[in-house]
């Protein structure tokens, strides 16, 4: 749905509202979270792809890395996508 020229998902629950409702992040004591695209052969000369970052909750993380894994992923996929804390550091090829 449009509104006001953004997007806006529809049943989507304002900021102040979950905030009202004590789901924040201090108050359930998780950290961050990132999706990152890996090389499902291990190859060392490429370099890991940020897909999300700063997803709020592992379990919503988690969601996401699933339906991106079984839409694209397979056992002969190229890449596959995995679950990360925020502080993680991508890989990069540097010959």
Avoid: H, W
């Avoid at 359930?28 to 897909?51: A, C, Q, S, T, W």
């Avoid at 694209?72 to 996929?77: D, H, L, P, T, V």
Wanted: glycine fraction near 6%.
């Amino acid at each position: 749905m449009v509104e006001d020229g953004v997007y806006k998902l529809a049943g989507a629950v304002p900021a102040t509202v979950a905030a009202d409702a004590g789901d924040t992040q201090e108050d359930e004591g998780e950290e961050d979270m990132k999706i990152v695209r890996e090389d499902n052969f291990n190859r060392d000369y490429i370099p890991d792809y940020l897909v999300a970052e700063n997803i709020q909750s592992e379990y919503y993380a988690n969601v996401m890395c699933k339906a991106l894994n079984q839409k694209y992923g397979s056992a002969r996929a190229q890449f596959f996508f995995v679950v990360k804390p925020d502080d993680y550091a991508l890989k990069r090829f540097e010959p």
